[in-house]
């Protein structure tokens, strides 16, 4: 199975704040990283498929990069709903994985 | 829009099944391939498996081969998940979710409110 590991595990930051989450994999997955946003209680939100693509509806503060083992998730600029957990997940193959999330809190 | 929803909360005891429903809207239910993810109290996200509505055919991981079966009733729009010989750490939140279309298989565009689990005696 590929193993997803994001980091960090937690972070806080303020409203405004550029923000960057790292998720890498155990071997290459070329761009097939998907990054979800969910908030307490609610299901997950797909964010950036491919690596790098935008979900339609999704703000473009979001902005996903990377390919093979090492890819980063960043917020341009934080906002109040923002505040969340991060997780990455792998769709190159089944089993398909996630990272272990990051928690963004307010500071 | 595309809708998910779930079947409601469980309680069962160690041992038994459960059967978790995932009603479709929105959209051509059988074009789209069905995961089920489940997430456990505070923790993370775990891949269960999926089927393809459409043949009927299935993938499971490996974790769960032999204790899950997912199907899938075109004529209601309608995916299931039953889990058996459950355990104490089977309490979980379990979620379907609709993947996108074939560049974007194992992407989990579209997701259920999600079903409590729990495992209880």
């Known amino acids: 199975d590929i193993q997803m590991t994001q980091s960090p595990s937690s972070l806080s930051a303020s409203a405004g704040d550029r923000v960057t989450i790292t998720c890498r994999a155990s071997q290459s997955i070329s761009s097939y990283l998907n990054w979800y946003q969910q908030k307490s209680g609610r299901a997950p939100k797909l964010l950036i498929y491919?690596?790098?693509s935008l979900q339609s509806g999704v703000p473009s503060r979001f902005t996903g990069s990377g390919s093979g083992t090492e890819f980063t998730l960043t917020i341009s600029s934080l906002q109040p709903e923002d505040f969340a957990t991060y997780y990455c997940q792998q769709s190159y193959s089944t089993p398909f994985t996630f990272g272990g999330g990051t928690k963004v809190e307010i500071k | 829009q595309v809708q998910l929803v779930q079947s409601g909360a469980e309680v069962k005891k160690p041992g038994s099944s459960v059967k978790v429903s995932c009603k479709a809207s929105g959209d051509t239910f059988s074009r789209y391939i069905i995961s089920w993810v489940r997430q456990a109290p505070g923790q993370g996200f775990e891949w269960m498996g999926r089927?393809?509505?459409?043949?009927?055919?299935?993938n499971y991981a490996q974790n769960f081969q032999g204790r899950v079966t997912i199907t899938a009733d075109e004529s209601t729009s309608t995916a299931y998940m039953e889990l058996s010989s459950l355990r104490s750490d089977d309490t979980a939140i379990y979620y379907c979710a609709r993947e996108g279309e074939t560049a974007a298989a194992g992407t989990f565009v579209y997701w259920g409110q999600g079903t409590l689990v729990t495992g209880s005696s």
């Open positions: 491919a690596a790098s």
């Open positions: 089927i393809i509505p459409i043949f009927g055919t299935t």
